[in-house]
């Protein structure tokens, strides 16, 4: 009986007259946790009624406290028939259970019917008392943190990075029971939501079971969805990464906080190790090995290299996946088969999949070669997990060992505890922890810096799977298998590219009747190997970012894999920016823009999309069919990608997601992405238009169509200032003289230095992309591409985290979510037909929400995030959630140049981005001269020609000038903000929270408790799916947001047809979701997505369905200028939080 | 291929004032459109027809979910389905709230029943208000006059308090209030002329003169229902008609204070006795101030206005027999700045 939880029913408003005869409500609550109920006293005659109950107390397990919500119903009492229900309110318990997050929930809960949506507010105060439990064979995991935010949280500090976790629980969905046709709608919706409810939890317990197993106190990047599958069941699913975070003192620099060390699970091979010892000896003897490497690796030039273990011991495992490949699928020679695996920096040729190990040691020794340092050493490691791959096809046996060893250890699960013993063994283990580890993936998409040391490309698996052939559809044991089988093949595919690990790391899944896509995508990237040998443990021994021998603003671009056996083809030059490393001619991931990396211009998003027809069918013929397809798709997908890419000057895509999804005639494919020119990679060429037949097409119309493609070019790279500089190679000392010659050079390709002879052979001086014209299909593919508008002046658009090229935020925050379903009434579609309509589809969504939100200009649209369906055989559905940010127009070139002020680094120069012109020619004539220009004319924006070598001096000076200047106004216009909202909070009394600063909000929200009774005005909370709200610092997360409701209609006309029925929806979601976080003390939601948004209609009979899914963090931020009351902040929150108490 | 369902939802609730005067005014949405693509909103941000009208769609499907809040305007501030920052639900409230001179015109002083509600699509066509706002302007009106007839306490006050109205948008209703609980007819010809500010200056005369709030503070309905006691006594004042000595003795004072001041002073002379008659009258049978009319003459100036019953106030005070000089300055009072207001062209 570890915990005790205590509720209390204050009062209610707004209620809806349930007694026709007096146009009043006689009110009453129940209150259930678990198996237990309580009522309050009944409040006659009432809209407003005033319970004020006693404290109902729940003792209970603290692992259904995990579980379960606390379900609070009011009823209509009625002395002759059964009594009505008004509604419901569901409280997740959960943010109660660390002590870190709320200590109280207390405030005004929307009460919502499925049927009837939101009718009137109750008043609750919840609190739990918690008893420490330390039986270590606990099944709760009270205490775990999660975070939707797919970075390192704010106010903390990643000890440890654990890895990846993940969890699956199957039940039989309600909707599909025999009792369902017996019963209300309005209870199979709410049987639903609250199996839901319980899954959930459920799951979160049993990762935050396998994050204390790894000696983990956290999970960031935590990612919930839900498969609809219907017949066979209703499966939750959640994958994440477990960390050991420290809590920041709110006094403390936000410095320590961006240098973490996230390095990997040291903690479970503590765990773990002495089982694993008995197994595997050899493990043990490599130790020495291991840790011999730092010297020789300390003293190359660029690290960039990946560690000892790269390329060879990947193979080694591939062997073992793919062994599971073909037990699970057919696998045939084409990389495209049933489980299509094309990905975009994937497209992995045959020969290197299937090659054998043996023959791989000797590759991965050249690969990483270029520094001429033995690496000998690498193999022993490797032999050990060679023999471990038997583990791996069990994915439940890994973490048994360390359930095992866990307990054998005898302490529960802190991490600090083991660490200090085993420090050394630690040390020894930590290099080789990614390659124990199952999976070497993480969900995060953005790290600190130093963290990532080069990424390969995009990884991406998709599978077609039938659900009637569940076996056991109750257990999760397939779907178990099924996933466990897309994240080898995922693995596999990374050390294919040369990588031990996987980043930004998602999964999906798109159910249409029986068929079930499965997807998985990632980053395959190279992590920083000091940072998993040292370690956290080290930090304050030494700086590494002092000896990082790569630049960080482009060592992350550095190809991963071996130049000479690259896994697909590829251009490769040498750096533009340290000229050391060869780096790939495009770049795409899944992750966000590292902070640190050098880009030129403005970032914008990318979106490619497709349509395709496909026969009906059924059953496995049907999963053929889709096999069939995908391959084709993703290639389409890429290839308009790529095309996109190169119309706007830029080359390389971040946060790139790709969304299959399968409709009973049709699949469709769309790819999202942010592009940006990182000026570390070499300029993308045009793109040439050939006429293959010339019969078909005259010449004029091809040069006309090129000619619209080069003023597309032109246009694009004047909107997104894509200006390189290309005068910043001077600095690094390009062994050409002559400025006139090298320009030219470098677009050809052809490099000076002498190692490179290779690889101009195997790639020709390729300038431009070539778009071949051999059939209509083709003109028309080429006019879609023009069809992507620009966004109007003053917009800007990204689907990531950052926004290429913009960083001074201003506070205009608009979170916006709109849904859009189309349907389609000929019958007779083509291809193309339905490519131009989903293109339509798509672009006007875009249009409308630029014409929304016109009032925020200048304004970008960041983390715009699609999502589409096909709900029907006829329909296609567009969701899209994003966030509408202001920023400050004047700064934005300011910042550019600050930049490496602020850094300190030797790439100074490189980091500066002159909006030189492009003709190298002219730039180069008055190179004397225009030094004292260039800095000017860089936060004027006057397009300066060019720069000398001292230009890196002046623009010091220029800019910290300049920084002195933007902090004037920038303090001016607060000053002038802050009066205002003053002024208005006086002249209206409805309401001194007009919030934004949160400051004000802390205080009012201790006064809510005395105010609560009374009309008071709601806290406001702001929403956005980006990790930061700009302007402010947050200094408190309160836990994790995860909601679920299902409303229902048969009055469908009456509720304003299906756009009001949606409308209505999704603003009671919004409220529900600003209501929790109210509850809670917090004032935003961080991370906000909504996973899912199913609508059913049935306008016939009038109905309508709707599910949807939300999650987030919920979060108190405070104003960025407001640092030293953060503090006092803070104990406003919670003893408002008890005054609330007090007060009732 | 039609767009079956097409919204969207911000987390603050985007408004458009524009749009929200549109549909305010009854505009259907294609109409909205029309009159949007006019004002150029097209230009603004490369907008197409389809954009306006999905934009245009989604704003009328938020107002209407709005609505419901606004006819208790309290609970905008406190619900908790819209997130709208606090200025623009003042904004909501007043433009609400806000009706058209032309219609409340043609309601003022009617009965705010079904079937002075029958005939809203008369008013609509006359005025070329459309029924749309008709309606609400109408419903407006009634939910206020309902709201505020239960409560105690000052009138504006109450209807600022309860509707989070402006102060002048308060005195209007409470005006229109006024009107319609005393049923005063403002309808005449005579009376068509009179703006409906002028009414409502006159309003907030008699409410804060001769209602039974101008005693006391605390009874139900005090600024609506007239003070009967000072009705009563209003009828004492009759004397000053009936008693021929008095009479002629008050013609006197007035006209020694009028010689030599006014180019009309023959004609006052010549009508004193009408126009006393007519001012007494209608404190004898209060209903129907507005006759106050009678007074209102081509060849008087509003000075010549001014001066006459400034002296005939004043002079009655001077009558040795005239016994009721309380009740004749309540009653004076507001019947001259009545008169002020009304003497215009």
Redesign the interface.
């Known amino acids: 009986m570890p915990g005790k939880l205590k509720a209390k029913i204050v009062a209610g408003r707004h209620l809806p007259v349930m007694d026709r005869a007096s146009d009043l409500t006689d009110a009453f609550v129940e209150v259930k946790f678990g198996n237990t109920t309580f009522k309050t006293d009944v409040c006659p005659k009432s809209l407003n009624p005033q319970w004020n109950s006693e404290w109902f107390k729940f003792e209970v397990d603290d692992e259904d406290l995990q579980d379960e919500p606390l379900q609070i119903t009011v009823l209509d009492h009625d002395t002759y028939s059964a009594n009505d229900a008004i509604g419901k309110v569901y409280i997740d318990i959960d943010p109660l259970l660390y002590s870190e997050a709320a200590s109280v929930i207390s405030g005004w809960f929307p009460i919502y019917d499925t049927i009837h949506g939101i009718r009137g507010e109750i008043n609750v105060i919840v609190k739990v008392e918690l008893f420490n439990d330390l039986n270590r064979f606990r099944q709760s995991s009270c205490g775990v943190k999660f975070f939707c935010t797919t970075c390192i949280p704010q106010c903390y500090r990643a000890t440890l990075v654990h890895g990846f976790v993940e969890e699956l629980v199957v039940n039989e969905d309600p909707e599909y029971q025999w009792i369902d046709r017996i019963r209300t709608p309005r209870a199979s919706n709410e049987a639903r939501q609250r199996l839901i409810s319980l899954m959930s939890g459920e799951l979160q317990r049993k990762i935050g079971l396998k994050v204390l197993e790894m000696g983990g106190n956290a999970v960031v990047g935590y990612l919930q969805c839900f498969d609809l599958e219907g017949e066979s069941g209703l499966v939750v699913r959640a994958i994440g990464t477990a960390c050991t975070l420290d809590k920041l003192s709110s006094g403390s620099a936000p410095n320590t906080n961006t240098h973490m060390h996230p390095n990997t699970a040291p903690a479970s091979n503590a765990c773990n190790s002495p089982s694993k010892d008995g197994k595997e000896p050899v493990f043990v003897e490599d130790l020495p090995s291991s840790s011999g490497p730092p010297t020789p690796f300390r003293a190359l030039p660029t690290s960039s290299s990946p560690p000892p273990f790269s390329p060879s011991k990947p193979c080694s495992r591939q062997s073992s996946s793919s062994d599971t490949d073909l037990s699970l699928t057919p696998k045939t020679e084409e990389p495209h088969s049933v489980r299509c695996r094309p990905g975009i920096f994937l497209c992995p040729s045959s020969p290197i999949l299937s090659t054998d190990t043996l023959s791989l040691p000797g590759s991965g020794s050249v690969g990483c070669g270029r520094g001429s340092n033995p690496r000998a050493t690498t193999s022993a490691p490797l032999s050990s997990i060679q023999s471990d791959s038997a583990l791996l096809r069990k994915s439940v046996s890994f973490t048994e060992d360390l359930l095992l060893a866990a307990s054998g250890m005898g302490s529960g699960g802190s991490a600090g505890k083991e660490a200090g013993p085993l420090r050394t063994l630690l040390r020894q283990q930590t290099q080789t922890a990614l390659e124990q580890r199952e999976f070497p993936f993480f969900t995060l998409t953005s790290f600190p810096p130093g963290f990532l040391l080069h990424v390969g490309g995009v990884v991406s698996a998709r599978s077609v799977k039938l659900l009637d052939r569940i076996h056991n559809p109750d257990e999760p044991e397939t779907r178990d298998a099924w996933w466990e089988e897309i994240r080898q093949e995922i693995k596999s595919h990374a050390r294919a590219l040369g990588c031990h690990a996987v980043v930004g790391y998602s999964e999906s899944t798109s159910i249409c009747e029986e068929v079930c896509i499965l997807s998985a995508s990632g980053t395959a990237a190279i992590l920083n190997p000091r940072y998993m040998r040292e370690g956290c443990l080290d930090i304050g021994c030494t700086d590494h970012r002092f000896e990082e021998p790569s630049p960080p603003n482009c060592g992350f671009c550095h190809i991963p894999y071996d130049e000479l056996n690259m896994p697909f083809p590829a251009q490769l030059t040498y750096c533009y920016h340290c000229r050391r490393q060869k780096v790939p001619d495009v770049l795409f991931t899944t992750i966000d823009l590292p902070s640190e990396a050098a880009v030129a211009g403005k970032g914008c998003l990318i979106q490619a999309r497709l349509c395709r027809l496909k026969k009906k069918a059924q059953g496995e013929a049907n999963a053929t069919a889709i096999s069939n397809l995908l391959p084709f798709m993703e290639y389409e997908l890429h290839t308009q990608l790529m095309n996109k890419l190169k119309l706007r000057s830029m080359n390389a895509l971040f946060g790139l997601h790709i969304q299959i999804s399968v409709g009973e005639n049709m699949l469709l494919g769309l790819a999202s992405a942010t592009g940006v020119y990182l000026t570390a990679l070499p300029a993308p060429g045009g793109i040439q238009i050939a006429g293959k037949t010339p019969g078909d097409l005259s010449s004029e119309h091809i040069s006309s169509i090129q000619k619209r493609i080069n003023d597309t070019i032109a246009v694009n790279k004047e909107l997104y200032q894509i200006n390189p500089p290309e005068l910043a190679e001077e600095g690094v000392g390009s062994p050409i003289p002559e400025p006139r010659h090298r320009s030219r050079l470098f677009r050809s390709h052809s490099e000076s230095s002498d190692e490179l002879s290779e690889l101009d052979l195997s790639h020709g001086k390729k300038d431009a992309f070539v778009l071949e014209i051999d059939d209509t299909d083709a003109v028309e593919d080429i006019h879609s591409l023009l069809i992507d508008a620009p966004p109007p002046t003053g917009f800007y658009s990204c689907n990531t985290e950052n926004m290429p090229g913009i960083s001074n935020w201003t506070s205009g925050v608009q979170m916006f979510t709109s849904v859009r379903v189309l349907r389609l009434s000929n019958a007779n579609l083509t291809n193309q037909g339905l490519n131009k309509i989903f293109t339509d589809l798509c672009e006007n969504l875009l249009k409308s929400f630029y014409f929304k939100l016109r009032s925020m200009i200048p304004c970008c649209l960041c983390h715009l995030n699609f999502t589409v369906a096909v709900p029907e055989e006829e329909l296609i559905q567009v969701t899209v959630t994003a966030v509408a940010m202001t920023y400050d127009k004047e700064q934005t070139q300011e910042k550019t140049a600050e930049k490496p002020v602020n850094k300190g680094s030797l790439e100074a120069e490189e980091q500066l981005q002159f909006p030189l012109e492009l003709c190298a020619d002219s730039s180069s004539s008055n190179i004397q001269t225009a030094s004292k220009i260039s800095g000017v004319g860089e936060s004027t924006n006057m397009s300066p020609r060019a720069a000398s070598v001292d230009y890196g001096s002046f623009a010091d000076r220029c800019s910290t000038w300049l920084e002195l200047l933007r902090l004037k106004a920038h303090t001016i216009r607060r000053g002038s903000v802050k009066t205002s909202r003053r002024t208005q909070s006086l002249a209206h009394s409805v309401s001194s929270l007009e919030r934004c600063s949160p400051l004000q909000e802390g205080r009012s929200r201790s006064l809510r408790s005395s105010r609560s009774f009374g009309g008071s005005s709601v806290t406001v909370v702001k929403m956005t799916p980006l990790s930061f709200l700009p302007g402010t610092r947050i200094i408190k997360y309160l836990g994790i947001i995860n909601m679920f409701f299902i409303r229902e209609t048969t009055s469908l006309r009456e509720e304003g047809g299906v756009s009001g029925f949606l409308h209505s929806f999704i603003a009671e979601v919004f409220a529900m979701v600003r209501a929790h976080v109210a509850a809670l003390g917090g004032n935003a939601v961080v991370s906000y997505s909504m996973k899912e948004c199913v609508f059913m209609e049935n306008p016939n009979k009038n109905q309508a369905q709707c599910l949807i899914n939300v999650s987030g963090d919920a979060v108190i931020c405070i104003s960025e200028t407001d640092q030293e009351s953060s503090a006092s902040t803070a104990n406003t929150g919670q003893t408002g939080g008890s005054e609330t108490d007090g007060a009732t | 291929?039609?767009?079956?369902?097409?919204?969207?939802?911000?987390?603050?609730?985007?408004m458009d004032e524009e749009v929200y005067q549109l549909w305010l005014d009854g505009y259907t949405v294609n109409d909205a459109v029309k009159v949007r693509m006019e004002g150029g909103v097209m230009d603004?941000?490369?907008?197409?027809k389809?954009?306006?009208l999905?934009?245009t769609?989604?704003q009328y499907?938020?107002f209407?979910?709005c609505e419901r809040l606004l006819h208790s305007p309290?609970?905008l501030?406190?619900?908790?389905?819209?997130?709208i920052?606090?200025?623009r639900?003042?904004m909501l409230i007043e433009r609400y709230y806000a009706f058209d001179d032309t219609f409340v015109r043609e309601v003022l002083g009617k009965k705010l029943s079904k079937g002075t509600k029958k005939d809203l699509d008369d008013i609509s066509a006359k005025t070329s208000v459309t029924l749309k706002s008709c309606r609400r302007q109408f419903d407006n009106f009634k939910r206020v006059f309902k709201v505020v007839e239960e409560l105690k306490g000052p009138l504006v006050e109450n209807i600022r308090q309860h509707f989070?109205l402006s102060d002048k948008l308060a005195r209007d209703y409470a005006a229109i209030v006024f009107f319609a609980n005393n049923r005063f007819e403002t309808g005449k010809r005579k009376l068509q002329y009179l703006s409906f500010q002028d009414f409502a200056f006159c309003a907030g005369q008699l409410i804060s003169n001769w209602t039974v709030g101008a005693v006391d503070n605390m009874v139900e309905d005090m600024d609506v229902d007239l003070d009967k006691e000072f009705l009563q006594e209003l009828k004492e004042l009759k004397i000053l008609i009936t008693d021929k000595d008095l009479l002629d003795q008050h013609k006197s004072l007035v006209c020694t204070a009028l010689r030599g001041k006014t180019k009309v002073f023959i004609e006052m002379e010549g009508s004193f006795k009408n126009l006393s008659r007519g001012l007494i009258n209608i404190a004898a049978n209060i209903s129907l101030p507005l006759r106050l009319y009678p007074c209102r003459s081509d060849r008087w100036s509003a000075a010549d206005m001014k001066l006459y019953l400034t002296h005939y106030t004043n002079s009655a005070h001077i009558l040795d027999t005239f016994k009721h000089q309380v009740v004749w300055d309540r009653y004076m009072g507001v019947v001259k700045s009545c008169i002020f207001k009304m003497y215009h062209d």
């Open positions: 291929m039609s767009v079956e369902l097409d919204v969207f939802v911000g987390n603050t609730t985007i603004e941000c490369e907008a197409s389809d954009v306006l999905s934009d769609m989604d499907r938020t209407q979910m309290a609970k501030a406190n619900q908790l389905l819209f997130q920052p606090p200025h639900q003042i989070l």
